[in-house]
């Protein structure tokens, strides 16, 4: 959600407008792990998890609407749906969640070492520091995952548009 579509250009659902934000579902619930049952959590990843699968979905009915041979219809909407896929699952719910679990982990760990606070401000401080580190590491994370992808599964494409995903 960098910048706006041009005005032209078919707004992007998944893309372009509020629903985006529940990508970031299971970075909140991360964020929230020492406050709030396990199960929240794992809801949070379900609602990241869910807005992947129907992002996928949505792009390749969209490759899939595109005139072409039946042949070159089918392999587009491959490529679209396992591109978005794979894309979303990386960028929007492992690494993140991943990143900044490690991140609230640690710094609850250190506020435990290095501090006398009592254990609540500890976990209320570790949730702060976690919910203020995910705007930073989302753009890191989507470079990465596009040179991840580019230097790997996308080179199996066959000579196809490269789906933007990102």
Known sequence: MSEPPPRD?????????????????????????SLVPAAVVW???GVSSSYVLADAIDKG????????????????????VVDTFVWQALASVAIPGFTINRVCAASLYILGTATRWPLSIRK????????LVIPVI?????RSVDFLLDSSLRK??????KPSSS
């Open 9 to 33: 250009a078919e707004r992007d659902l998944f893309r372009d407008t509020w629903v985006r934000y529940l990508g970031y579902a299971n970075e909140v619930g991360e964020a929230f792990r």
């Open 43 to 45: 809801l949070s990843y």
């Open 61 to 80: 009915k969209k490759a899939g609407a595109i005139p072409s041979s039946e042949a070159g219809r089918s392999t587009r909407v491959t490529v679209a």
């Open 124 to 131: 209320w401080t570790t949730t702060a520091l976690g919910l």
């Open 138 to 142: 989302v753009h890191p994370i989507d």
């Open 156 to 161: 199996l494409y066959p000579s196809v548009e």
